[in-house]
């Protein structure tokens, strides 16, 4: 069982930026792709950005040239860093890992952008 605990969420003003973080269990994280996801008010839950265990990386179009995906393997830890933020990013951001065909999720964190 692999655990995921996002934390960095809060209320930002438009411009602004916003650096998330999601901790996870598990001694072979370097292993795991992992990704982002996010889910605003009424509406699905989408993708972010993702990175493979290679460092690969891929990003909705909306997020591109503002968000960037980045990972600690000595943390065990996958980020995000939302830059120029706008009042559309707000949602529930979620942390995913991908494990032998299994997707665990965390619990999300509110990002809230708003003048």
């Known amino acids: 069982q692999v655990q995921l605990v996002e934390s960095g969420g809060g209320l930002v003003q438009p411009g602004e930026s916003l650096r998330l973080s999601c901790a996870a269990s598990g001694s072979i994280f370097r292993t795991y792709a992992m990704g982002w996801y996010r889910q605003g008010p009424g509406k699905q839950r989408d993708l972010v950005a993702t990175i493979t265990s290679g460092d690969t990386t891929n990003y909705a179009d909306s997020v591109k040239g503002r968000f960037t995906i980045s990972r600690d393997n000595a943390k065990n830890t996958v980020y995000l860093q939302m830059n120029s933020l706008k009042p559309e990013d707000t949602a529930v951001y979620y942390c995913?890992?991908?494990?032998?065909?299994?997707?665990?999720w965390g619990q999300g964190t509110q990002v809230t952008v708003s003048s």
């Open positions: 995913n890992a991908l494990i032998n065909t299994i997707l665990y």
